[in-house]
């Protein structure tokens, strides 16, 4: 606004009285010190014990399954979670919506029909084991943010190649840009314009420091992985 | 309840009581303690075991601290380059000198979008500026939507703690407030019942307001991105469904690039609430058509944060990420709770912040309300170093209150005028240990300790006693032992 185009010189002036950048800000942030651990150590196959380990720590869900055994996962899952009504991102392979229920694929769903939903099933972009961390970019086959954020159950589909050890390790996917093709498997994800880490479902502990699973965002979070890679 | 009536906590350091008068109702009030001490112990308990868990705690740290001190020397650079690509995003981008400013901006923003009322992520700076009360008398009714924010607001209480902001009430306490404002008078006082009691409250709200205020945690400048931390959803509640947002940022808010991320991810949940990381964690850049608000923008605040940049040694009062990790190992907050700090920002931080940000102009007993002890600096994930502040601020309030005419004859400065002439000549100081001694003599007991001193010394005896002097100096002890030649 151009009325206060005066209060940005104002303090970008006093920024400026008050600093004094010996180099270029580009060459000293390459100069930063990073000593902190980039890569963890473990085998894939540990990593991903990890992740279920610290998953189920926070209150999630989790099963294995098989590539082939997918489907009767998911339809398993769903018969368990005595849910009917379910919503889906419209980038999720067809084979996940299992017959028997009603599925509303978001094809431009309002916010009132996202709320009436009783669970959603999407996909996601990554996972890094040391904090339990799903990573979803909200691409076609993770949804709009508000897809995973109104229903009270969240099934998420996560493949076995998808999961780091380490927060850096997520990072460094990000900092190479996507795969052109989605189906070519690369782990590269490029920088998100939007992303939702999730630690476990929606949790409290306002109330004399007690951990109350589930508030406004989902109280149910399922996972399911899926062992892609050998 | 917690606070009787009359004793409602005044969290404007312009008009709170000092420190030690504001601490008395909680020094006095054993259930406040208790709450206090038995969330802080929780959190600790917490922290210590994550913490732990970390090999390169110490590096994380070392780099925090790093990327933050880098951030705040360019931060003209980073900045703007920030608003360029929020602006590019589709963001739009307000720069606040001053608390009034930042108020009329989001009023501005707010009647543009002809919302009447407004939801709201925890956001401290927000208390900072009072935006609640100042919206309300423009006829906007803004809605907390963190449950501890929910407590107070319906309470009518203040926070005292920046992340657990209501830890000084407990369950039953809660419980008469929800049943009480809510209308719910069967609700019981178990944790879950009332965490759904506020789900339920909150839902229409957040399905049918047309607009949200959030603060950052982080600003990217890299990519004129925005993070937002929480724990409950109803961050993310307030970051999607509504038509229009605003985030209100502190200037000192932004990170160069997207990948300091990393750095600053591991270490705030684990400071904050000992979790490895929060449920959720929410970032999103500009404008995405089809998700989301589509009239976004972001409020950049100054409000004396230029001023606290310009001095070298107070400079790293702003690289706080605002974890509260300070004040939940802090042994005076641990006694006084939050609202003995008179601002929203309690604890060490607030302690070096508040008067920063008030120019020096009020809150000058906080930089005393601290016993050095450095616990703070330890567990700061940047590496702040708040004792080094807060000597810097006492030796500056000193300075002030010396220079104010009524304190020429004020007995502390003349006994310690007196105290700079004894200390400043040798002789002048031997004569006063030999003067000492005699005198004291007839107050030191058998078993050479002093009970009771009359007058001002009463003030020293009333709660420990005071060794008596030996009857030899280490001096004169010298002095003969050379004489007899060893």
Same mark, same amino acid.
């Given at each position: ?50 992740? %279920?380990?610290?998953?189920?720590? !926070? ?144 949790? =409290? ?26 | ?60 740290? +070392? ?18 380059? *920030? ?18 400013? &930042?108020?009329? %901006? ?44 929910? #407590? ?23 419980? +008469? ?43 990217? &400048?890299?990519? $004129? ?23 209100? &940022? ?21 400071? &904050? =609430?000992? +979790? ?7 970032? /999103?850049? @500009? ?16 409000? @004396? ?39 929203? !920002?309690?604890?060490? %931080? @607030? ?54 005419? $009524? ?19 040798? /002789?002048? *100081? ?5 003067? @000492?001694? #005699?005198?004291?003599?007839? *107050?030191?007991?058998?078993?050479? /300790? %002093? ?8 003030? /020293? ?26």
């Amino acid at each position: 606004m151009s009325m206060h185009a005066s209060s940005r010189q104002q303090v970008l002036a006093r920024i400026r009285a008050a600093t004094h950048p010996a180099a270029a800000a580009a060459a000293a942030y390459a100069r930063l010190p990073r000593p902190y651990i980039r890569r963890g150590q473990r085998a894939a196959g540990s990593c991903v014990g990890l992740l %279920i380990e610290r998953l189920r720590d !926070y209150d999630a869900e989790v099963v294995e399954a098989a590539p082939e055994e997918l489907p009767a996962t998911i339809a398993a899952r769903l018969a368990a979670s005595g849910r009917r009504v379910f919503v889906a991102p419209p980038g999720v392979p067809a084979e996940w919506l299992a017959s028997g229920y009603e599925w509303r694929v978001d094809r431009g769903l309002s916010t009132e029909e996202i709320e009436k939903a009783e669970g959603v099933v999407t996909a996601a972009s990554c996972a890094i084991a040391d904090s339990g961390t799903l990573v979803l970019h909200h691409s076609a086959a993770e949804g709009r943010r508000v897809l995973t954020l109104l229903p009270d159950w969240h099934l998420c589909i996560l493949r076995a190649s998808q999961v780091v050890e380490t927060l850096p390790e997520y990072f460094d996917r990000c900092a190479q840009p996507p795969a052109p093709h989605p189906s070519d498997q690369s782990p590269s994800l490029g920088t998100p314009v939007l992303a939702t880490y999730i630690s476990g479902p929606s949790a =409290t502990a306002d109330i004399e420091m007690t951990r109350i699973k589930g508030v406004h965002g989902p109280r149910y979070l399922q996972v399911i992985l899926v062992r892609d890679t050998n | 309840m917690s606070q009787a009536k009359g004793e409602h906590a005044i969290l404007d350091p312009a008009l709170a009581p000092p420190f030690p008068q504001a601490a008395l109702p909680v020094l006095r009030n054993p259930q406040l303690r208790k709450n206090v001490a038995h969330a802080i112990d929780v959190i600790q308990a917490k922290r210590g075991r994550l913490v732990a868990e970390k090999a390169d705690w110490q590096e994380l740290r +070392e780099a925090a601290a790093a990327i933050r001190a880098h951030v705040l020397e360019n931060l003209e650079f980073y900045l703007e380059q *920030f608003e360029e690509r929020c602006t590019a995003a589709g963001g739009h981008v307000h720069w606040a000198a001053d608390a009034d400013e &930042a108020r009329q %901006i989001i009023l501005e923003i707010l009647r543009q979008a002809e919302a009447t009322e407004v939801i709201k992520i925890k956001t401290m700076t927000s208390a900072e500026i009072q935006l609640n009360p100042f919206l309300e008398a423009a006829g906007i009714k803004a809605y907390e939507t963190d449950l501890a924010e929910i #407590i107070l607001q319906l309470g009518e209480q203040e926070p005292s703690h920046i992340v657990v902001p209501a830890l000084h009430i407990n369950r039953s306490q809660v419980r +008469e407030i929800f049943a009480r404002r809510m209308g719910l008078s069967h609700l019981s006082d178990d944790p879950k019942e009332l965490t759904n009691a506020a789900r339920a409250y909150l839902r229409q709200k957040f399905l049918s307001v047309p607009a949200a205020i959030s603060g950052a945690n982080f600003l990217v &400048a890299e990519t $004129g991105g925005v993070a937002v931390v929480e724990s409950e959803g109803n961050g993310r509640m307030c970051l999607t469904l509504p038509r229009t947002m605003i985030t209100l &940022a502190g200037i000192e808010k932004v990170l160069p690039r997207f990948q300091d991320l990393e750095v600053v991810l591991q270490l705030l949940a684990r400071s &904050a =609430t000992g +979790e490895r990381m929060n449920p959720y964690t929410s970032l /999103w850049t @500009g404008v995405t058509p089809g998700d989301g608000p589509q009239n976004f923008h972001v409020v950049l605040l100054d409000n @004396g944060r230029t001023s606290i940049l310009a001095r070298p040694k107070h400079r790293q009062t702003l690289k706080c990420i605002r974890c509260a990790a300070c004040m939940n190992a802090c042994p005076v907050y641990r006694q006084t709770g939050g609202h003995a700090y008179g601002s929203v !920002y309690p604890g060490p %931080i @607030g302690a070096i912040l508040t008067p920063q940000l008030a120019q020096m102009h009020h809150a000058q007993s906080l930089p005393f309300a601290s016993s050095l002890c450095g616990a703070c600096y330890e567990v700061c994930p940047v590496k702040i170093n708040i004792p080094e502040v807060l000597l810097e601020l006492r030796s500056e309030v000193v300075n002030q209150e010396r220079s104010t005419a $009524g304190r020429v004859f004020d007995p502390l400065y003349l006994g310690l005028r007196v105290a700079h002439l004894i200390f400043s000549r040798a /002789w002048i *100081f031997h004569l006063a240990q030999r003067l @000492g001694r #005699i005198g004291l003599r007839f *107050f030191t007991r058998k078993d050479g /300790w %002093i009970h009771a001193l009359p007058s001002a010394g009463g003030k /020293w005896t009333q709660t420990r006693d005071l060794r008596g002097l030996p009857p030899q100096t280490f001096h004169a002890w010298w002095a003969a032992r050379a004489r007899e030649g060893k």
